[in-house]
Protein backbone atom coordinates (compact mmCIF):
# COMPACT_ATOMS: atom_id res chain seq x y z
CA UNK A 1 0.00 0.00 0.00
CA UNK A 2 0.92 3.47 -0.65
CA UNK A 3 1.86 5.21 2.22
CA UNK A 4 2.20 9.07 2.32
CA UNK A 5 3.17 10.77 5.58
CA UNK A 6 2.92 14.11 6.98
CA UNK A 7 5.24 15.50 9.93
CA UNK A 8 2.36 16.77 12.03
CA UNK A 9 -0.98 16.55 12.29
CA UNK A 10 -1.87 19.82 14.40
CA UNK A 11 0.50 22.76 14.52
CA UNK A 12 0.06 26.11 16.03
CA UNK A 13 2.51 28.96 14.94
CA UNK A 14 2.45 32.73 15.26
CA UNK A 15 1.83 35.35 12.97
CA UNK A 16 5.12 36.13 10.90
CA UNK A 17 6.90 32.83 11.79
CA UNK A 18 8.34 30.83 9.35
CA UNK A 19 6.68 27.22 8.84
CA UNK A 20 8.01 24.27 7.38
CA UNK A 21 5.56 21.44 6.43
CA UNK A 22 7.20 17.79 5.15
CA UNK A 23 5.69 15.07 3.29
CA UNK A 24 6.92 11.36 2.60
CA UNK A 25 6.17 9.19 0.23
CA UNK A 26 7.05 5.56 0.02
CA UNK A 27 6.50 4.35 -3.45
CA UNK A 28 8.71 6.46 -5.92
CA UNK A 29 6.19 8.41 -7.22
CA UNK A 30 7.32 11.11 -9.87
CA UNK A 31 4.57 13.20 -8.82
CA UNK A 32 3.81 15.08 -5.64
CA UNK A 33 1.12 17.84 -4.70
CA UNK A 34 0.47 20.16 -1.87
CA UNK A 35 -3.20 21.48 -1.33
CA UNK A 36 -4.86 23.19 1.38
CA UNK A 37 -8.74 22.50 2.44
CA UNK A 38 -11.43 25.21 3.60
CA UNK A 39 -15.04 24.62 4.72
CA UNK A 40 -17.29 24.95 1.33
CA UNK A 41 -14.01 25.26 -1.04
CA UNK A 42 -12.80 21.39 -1.37
CA UNK A 43 -9.44 21.28 -1.95
CA UNK A 44 -7.29 23.83 -3.67
CA UNK A 45 -3.67 23.26 -5.35
CA UNK A 46 -0.96 24.96 -4.37
CA UNK A 47 2.02 23.69 -5.66
CA UNK A 48 3.42 20.18 -7.41
CA UNK A 49 6.40 18.61 -8.31
CA UNK A 50 6.83 16.43 -11.73
CA UNK A 51 10.36 15.54 -10.39
CA UNK A 52 12.98 16.30 -8.32
CA UNK A 53 14.06 20.04 -8.34
CA UNK A 54 10.69 19.87 -10.25
CA UNK A 55 8.42 22.40 -9.35
CA UNK A 56 4.90 24.66 -10.48
CA UNK A 57 2.49 26.86 -9.35
CA UNK A 58 -1.25 25.66 -9.43
CA UNK A 59 -4.16 28.03 -8.63
CA UNK A 60 -3.30 29.27 -4.98
CA UNK A 61 0.58 30.21 -4.71
CA UNK A 62 0.48 33.28 -3.48
CA UNK A 63 2.64 33.21 0.39
CA UNK A 64 3.87 29.65 -0.12
CA UNK A 65 7.01 28.26 -1.70
CA UNK A 66 8.22 24.31 -2.05
CA UNK A 67 11.20 22.15 -2.17
CA UNK A 68 11.99 18.97 -3.42
CA UNK A 69 15.42 17.87 -3.14
CA UNK A 70 14.47 14.10 -2.92
CA UNK A 71 11.92 12.39 -5.16
CA UNK A 72 10.13 11.03 -1.40
CA UNK A 73 10.32 14.43 0.05
CA UNK A 74 8.11 17.33 -0.32
CA UNK A 75 7.99 20.30 1.57
CA UNK A 76 5.70 23.37 1.81
CA UNK A 77 7.31 26.42 3.03
CA UNK A 78 5.46 29.56 4.65
CA UNK A 79 7.60 31.91 4.37
CA UNK A 80 6.12 34.54 6.95
CA UNK A 81 2.94 33.05 8.33
CA UNK A 82 -0.67 34.53 8.27
CA UNK A 83 -3.68 33.93 9.94
CA UNK A 84 -5.57 33.55 6.64
CA UNK A 85 -3.45 30.56 5.82
CA UNK A 86 -4.93 28.67 9.00
CA UNK A 87 -6.18 26.01 6.83
CA UNK A 88 -6.07 22.16 6.99
CA UNK A 89 -3.08 21.04 4.28
CA UNK A 90 -3.34 18.11 2.43
CA UNK A 91 -0.27 16.59 0.45
CA UNK A 92 -0.85 13.86 -2.05
CA UNK A 93 1.41 11.78 -4.60
CA UNK A 94 0.86 10.06 -7.47
CA UNK A 95 2.83 7.62 -10.47
CA UNK A 96 4.11 9.95 -13.33
CA UNK A 97 3.78 8.28 -16.65
CA UNK A 98 0.34 6.42 -16.92
CA UNK A 99 -0.93 7.41 -13.28
CA UNK A 100 -4.41 9.02 -12.39
CA UNK A 101 -4.93 8.65 -8.49
CA UNK A 102 -3.37 10.65 -6.41
CA UNK A 103 -2.52 9.53 -2.60
CA UNK A 104 -3.23 11.83 0.04
CA UNK A 105 -1.40 12.37 2.86
CA UNK A 106 -3.54 12.32 6.78
CA UNK A 107 -3.21 16.14 7.07
CA UNK A 108 -1.99 18.74 9.07
CA UNK A 109 -4.08 21.36 10.51
CA UNK A 110 -2.15 24.74 11.05
CA UNK A 111 -3.27 27.30 13.45
CA UNK A 112 -1.84 31.05 12.48
CA UNK A 113 -2.51 33.20 15.66
CA UNK B 1 -10.92 26.25 -16.77
CA UNK B 2 -12.58 23.36 -15.78
CA UNK B 3 -14.88 24.03 -12.76
CA UNK B 4 -16.86 21.04 -10.45
CA UNK B 5 -20.11 21.76 -8.59
CA UNK B 6 -21.28 19.98 -5.82
CA UNK B 7 -24.90 21.21 -5.28
CA UNK B 8 -25.29 20.65 -1.89
CA UNK B 9 -23.16 20.64 1.17
CA UNK B 10 -24.83 18.86 3.78
CA UNK B 11 -27.14 15.84 3.03
CA UNK B 12 -28.57 14.25 6.06
CA UNK B 13 -29.55 10.93 5.39
CA UNK B 14 -31.23 7.66 7.55
CA UNK B 15 -29.35 4.45 7.77
CA UNK B 16 -30.60 2.11 5.12
CA UNK B 17 -31.84 4.65 3.21
CA UNK B 18 -31.18 5.71 -0.22
CA UNK B 19 -28.44 8.91 -0.91
CA UNK B 20 -27.66 10.68 -4.08
CA UNK B 21 -24.82 13.14 -4.64
CA UNK B 22 -25.04 15.15 -7.08
CA UNK B 23 -21.67 16.96 -9.07
CA UNK B 24 -21.37 19.14 -12.24
CA UNK B 25 -18.31 20.23 -14.14
CA UNK B 26 -17.31 22.07 -16.64
CA UNK B 27 -15.20 21.62 -19.32
CA UNK B 28 -15.33 21.29 -23.10
CA UNK B 29 -12.74 18.62 -23.23
CA UNK B 30 -12.13 15.25 -22.47
CA UNK B 31 -12.31 14.47 -18.66
CA UNK B 32 -11.28 11.93 -16.29
CA UNK B 33 -13.96 11.98 -13.20
CA UNK B 34 -13.16 10.90 -9.72
CA UNK B 35 -14.98 11.07 -6.28
CA UNK B 36 -12.92 10.56 -3.02
CA UNK B 37 -13.95 9.90 0.10
CA UNK B 38 -12.81 11.64 4.23
CA UNK B 39 -14.07 10.36 6.34
CA UNK B 40 -13.37 12.16 10.11
CA UNK B 41 -9.44 13.08 10.86
CA UNK B 42 -8.37 11.66 7.70
CA UNK B 43 -6.98 11.84 4.33
CA UNK B 44 -9.15 11.65 1.38
CA UNK B 45 -9.33 7.82 -0.33
CA UNK B 46 -9.97 7.27 -3.83
CA UNK B 47 -13.59 6.04 -4.08
CA UNK B 48 -14.36 5.70 -7.23
CA UNK B 49 -13.43 6.91 -11.32
CA UNK B 50 -14.14 7.16 -14.71
CA UNK B 51 -11.83 6.91 -17.29
CA UNK B 52 -13.06 5.58 -20.33
CA UNK B 53 -15.55 3.05 -20.91
CA UNK B 54 -18.83 2.05 -19.26
CA UNK B 55 -20.51 4.81 -18.30
CA UNK B 56 -21.08 3.50 -14.74
CA UNK B 57 -18.39 2.59 -12.21
CA UNK B 58 -19.15 0.57 -8.81
CA UNK B 59 -17.09 0.92 -5.90
CA UNK B 60 -16.68 -2.29 -3.62
CA UNK B 61 -18.66 -0.75 -0.30
CA UNK B 62 -21.95 -0.21 -2.67
CA UNK B 63 -21.21 3.25 -4.08
CA UNK B 64 -21.79 3.84 -8.25
CA UNK B 65 -21.66 6.45 -10.23
CA UNK B 66 -22.89 7.65 -13.51
CA UNK B 67 -20.94 9.86 -16.06
CA UNK B 68 -23.34 12.05 -18.11
CA UNK B 69 -21.27 13.86 -20.95
CA UNK B 70 -24.58 15.29 -22.15
CA UNK B 71 -25.24 17.14 -18.76
CA UNK B 72 -21.31 17.12 -17.92
CA UNK B 73 -21.97 14.88 -14.60
CA UNK B 74 -20.96 12.77 -12.31
CA UNK B 75 -23.79 11.81 -9.74
CA UNK B 76 -23.27 9.38 -6.74
CA UNK B 77 -25.31 6.90 -5.24
CA UNK B 78 -25.86 4.33 -2.74
CA UNK B 79 -28.72 2.40 -2.66
CA UNK B 80 -29.07 1.96 1.39
CA UNK B 81 -26.55 3.65 3.29
CA UNK B 82 -24.86 2.28 6.72
CA UNK B 83 -23.30 4.45 9.62
CA UNK B 84 -19.98 4.31 8.50
CA UNK B 85 -20.94 5.62 5.37
CA UNK B 86 -20.80 8.98 7.20
CA UNK B 87 -18.24 10.93 5.72
CA UNK B 88 -17.24 14.15 3.31
CA UNK B 89 -17.13 13.17 -0.38
CA UNK B 90 -15.25 14.65 -3.07
CA UNK B 91 -16.37 15.35 -6.49
CA UNK B 92 -12.88 15.86 -8.96
CA UNK B 93 -12.18 16.10 -11.97
CA UNK B 94 -8.86 16.12 -14.68
CA UNK B 95 -8.16 16.82 -18.20
CA UNK B 96 -5.81 14.56 -19.20
CA UNK B 97 -4.48 17.02 -22.45
CA UNK B 98 -3.34 19.62 -19.38
CA UNK B 99 -0.95 17.35 -17.16
CA UNK B 100 -4.01 15.48 -15.09
CA UNK B 101 -4.23 18.22 -12.37
CA UNK B 102 -7.41 17.53 -9.93
CA UNK B 103 -10.06 19.93 -9.62
CA UNK B 104 -12.25 19.35 -6.82
CA UNK B 105 -15.47 20.59 -5.49
CA UNK B 106 -16.52 22.30 -2.37
CA UNK B 107 -17.64 18.93 -0.85
CA UNK B 108 -20.78 17.26 0.41
CA UNK B 109 -20.80 16.07 4.25
CA UNK B 110 -22.73 13.12 4.56
CA UNK B 111 -24.53 12.30 7.77
CA UNK B 112 -25.91 9.08 8.40
CA UNK B 113 -28.38 9.35 10.98
CA UNK B 114 -29.51 6.11 12.84
Known amino acids: DVKVTQSSRYLVKRTGEKVFLECVQD?????MFWYRQDPGLGLRLIYFSYDVKMKEKGDIPEGYSVSREKKERFSLILESASTNQTSMYLC????????????FGPGTRLTVT | AQSVTQLDSQVPVFEEAPVELRCNYSSSVSVYLFWYVQYPNQGLQLLLKYLSGSTLVESINGFEAEFNKSQTSFHLRKPSVHISDTAEYFC????????????FGGGTRVLVKP
Open chain 1, 92 to 103: ASRLGTGGYEQY
Open chain 1, 27 to 31: MDHEN
Open chain 2, 92 to 103: AVSEPAAGNKLT
